[in-house]
Structures are given as structure tokens and as C-alpha cells.
């Protein structure tokens, strides 16, 4: 029988692409449409990381499917002359996979540390 | 022609499916780019056909794998090389048929002329049963199962009466309406259809 994604445990989710991470980042505290997550990304990596329309709702699409995400409803958008705009916001699911992310890169940064390959200044 | 309609050109890269359910919302979103974005176009339009040259292909196989997984059924496929079987193995009954026609000349009796019409009609019935199968109407498995059944008692009678038909004509005649049978009943045990009521 087929596993509901919701029965998965986040681990096996694990390693994210480095694209959906920064999606469920983004998601993390607010619910946002698809451009204020592609803005959110793009600041919080001072411009290094952007996403395209394409590779955005690509993995957005995914996310959905894998009941990491959900649709919060449409809002309009007083930016756009009132376009209705699609939210998105994390599911359970997808808050325990973005933890789990988070823990599994915050051991290897502890690995890094200790072999001194960062913590000690500018490189 | 507007910066729009060109990414709505490019959005065709994207599958059907994905383009219905995404498509006006990244035409918002690229409108934004476009309006917030960096000043140099040739720039901006590099970035939007690197972005569809990175992810429509992966979404497009993904499309092509979800679509062949729901239409995929082993006993469809399999009444499709049924009926071009039928179609080929009728057609070549009735080449056989006309060939032993023009063969025997005017000195044949009753008998063997009955013999050459009855190979003749099995061969018509084998390729309207193909034709059915490969149509796949509601009555496909029916009409198939009749033909078959219609095609064995000719090729029998032609055996009996005046097996004037070379082996092969014989073998394929009483062999294939065999397995077109064996192939209609194994059917009916896949998705629990009668052959008669499919």
C-alpha cells in the first residue's frame, strides 16, 4: 500500500535540494505568494542565491506534492492592480523536514569547526 | 511584440498540465522581475531562458513518467499486438485464399471452392476482429471473440471438408483463432471483464 507523505519521516526527506531549502526558509515564519519568497531568498542571501519563476514553482510544485507544503488561499494584490495572488505555507511535515535540514547541516558546520576549516577569522 | 508575450512563448517549454495550474502565476511573478529586476534586458533575458532551460526538461519527464504510469495496463498493450496480429494473420489468409483461387484454375470442384471462400471469409473476419481490438470500442473483446471462434469452425470445416490450403495457411488458421481465445479468456481474468461483455 502507498505511504501518505505524512507518514514519512522527515529524514527521509533528507538532503534537500539546496532550492527547496531556501523554499521552506522562506516559508517558515509567514505564509508568502511565489515572488515574495523568490524576494525573501534573494535577500536573505544578498543576492547570491535566485530563484527563476521556473525553478521556483517547479519545486513548489513538488513540495505540494509531497504534502510539505499547502495552499493558504488567494489574496489580491495591491501591487499588481489587484491580481489575486496564490499563498503558500508550510505543513506540519514540511516544518519537521526544514528542522531536520537545519540539524543536519548545522553537524556538519560543527564538523567544519572543529577541523578548524572555519571559526578562525577571515579566511 | 511585449516582453508578456514573449515569456508566454517561453512558457510553452513547460508541460500542459504544469502550465495550467502555474503558468498565470509565473507570468505575474516575471512581471515583477521584469519591473524590480536589473536594468540590463539582455541580462534579465538570460536569466529567465536559463531558468526554463534548467527546469522545464525535468518537469516535462516528470509529466511523461506520471502520464505513463496512469495509462499504462498490461492486458491494454497486449490487445493492441493482439489485434495488429489479427489484422496481419487475416490479411495473409486472404492473400493465401486468392492465391489458391488463381492456383487451382477452373479444376476444382465444390468442395475446394468452398474451401477458398471459407478461408477467404475467415481472413475477412480476423481483420475486422483486429480492426475492433485496435479501435478498442465497447464491444472490441466481443467482436474478437467471435471472429476467433467464427475463424476456427471455417479452418476446421476446411480441414475436414478439403484441405486444399497450404499447412502454413492450416496452422495459422486453427493456431491463431487458439490464441486469440486463450488471449481474450486471460483478459477476462486481468480486469475481471467477460469477453462477451466488455
Known amino acids: ?123 | 511584440m511585449s516582453s508578456d508575450r514573449w515569456y508566454t512563448l517561453l512558457l510553452r517549454a513547460y508541460p500542459r498540465g504544469f502550465r495550467a495550474q502555474y503558468g498565470r502565476e509565473m507570468l505575474l511573478v516575471f512581471r515583477q522581475c521584469r519591473r524590480d529586476g536589473e536594468r540590463n534586458a539582455a541580462g534579465f533575458w538570460a536569466a529567465m531562458l536559463w531558468d526554463v532551460a534548467r527546469s522545464a526538461p525535468a518537469l516535462r519527464l516528470e509529466a511523461m513518467r506520471a502520464q505513463r504510469s496512469t495509462d499504462f495496463h498490461p492486458a491494454e498493450g497486449t490487445m493492441k499486438t493482439m489485434g495488429i496480429l489479427a489484422v496481419l494473420v487475416g490479411a495473409v489468409e486472404m492473400i493465401n485464399s486468392l492465391i489458391e483461387e488463381v492456383a487451382g484454375g477452373l479444376h476444382r470442384d465444390g468442395l475446394q471452392l468452398l474451401s477458398v471462400v471459407l478461408c477467404m471469409a475467415g481472413g475477412v473476419v480476423l481483420v475486422m476482429a483486429g480492426i475492433a481490438m485496435l479501435r478498442r470500442g465497447p464491444r472490441a473483446s466481443s467482436r474478437a471473440l467471435g471472429a476467433a471462434a467464427a475463424c476456427l469452425v471455417a479452418f476446421a470445416l476446411i480441414a475436414l471438408a478439403a484441405p486444399v490450403m497450404s499447412g502454413f495457411a492450416m496452422l495459422l488458421g486453427i493456431g491463431f483463432p487458439i490464441v486469440l481465445l486463450a488471449f481474450l479468456f486471460w483478459r477476462r481474468g486481468h480486469d475481471g471483464t467477460l469477453p462477451g461483455m466488455a
Open chain 1, 1 to 123: 500500500m502507498a505511504r501518505r507523505p505524512d507518514d514519512r519521516p522527515p529524514e527521509s526527506f533528507l538532503p534537500l535540494p539546496a532550492a527547496t531549502f531556501q523554499i521552506l526558509l522562506a516559508l517558515a515564519d509567514d505564509e508568502r505568494h511565489g515572488y515574495a519568497i523568490m524576494k525573501e531568498v534573494a535577500d536573505r542571501s544578498d543576492g547570491a542565491v535566485r530563484l527563476g519563476p521556473g525553478t521556483l514553482y517547479g519545486t513548489l510544485k513538488r513540495l505540494l506534492e509531497g504534502g510539505l507544503v499547502e495552499e493558504g488561499g488567494e489574496k489580491a494584490d495591491p501591487e499588481l492592480e489587484n491580481e489575486r495572488r496564490r499563498y503558500y505555507r508550510l505543513t506540519r511535515l514540511g516544518l519537521a523536514v526544514a528542522r531536520a535540514e537545519s540539524r543536519r547541516l548545522e553537524a556538519l558546520v560543527r564538523i567544519a569547526r572543529r577541523k578548524k576549516l572555519i571559526g578562525l577569522g577571515p579566511a
